[in-house]
């Protein structure tokens, strides 16, 4: 079955970096655009950035341009997330999400999801 494993999340100050990463199995992973997701307690979960399955594009949501880059590695099917210049405003639960080539960057294109891991940023 397809599993997504995150990892690489924990307590940061603000203006510090962490790397998360996700590592799928279960699935032709060259054929899969992979996500990254957030939700706050208390709000929706929001779309955080992207790579398409071609690895010709990526995108990223306004709040984390310039700080978060997205990237994947064909060869270990894994998928990661630098995030630098961390704000409070970033703490939340990231979640990995994996869709079949690519229909967009909203919730229900997605077809699996991982656990999510915690990310907390302090002030």
Known sequence: QVQLVESGGGLVQAGGSLRLSCAASGLPFRMYTMGWFRQAPGKEREFVAAMHW???????????KGRFTISRDNAKNTVYLQMNSLKPEDTAVYYCAA???YSGNYYSAYDYWGQGTQVTVSS
């Not at 071609?54 to 984390?64: H, I, L, M, Q």
């Open 54 to 64: 071609s690895g010709s594009n990526t995108y990223y949501a306004d709040s984390v």
């Open 99 to 101: 869709q079949r080539f």
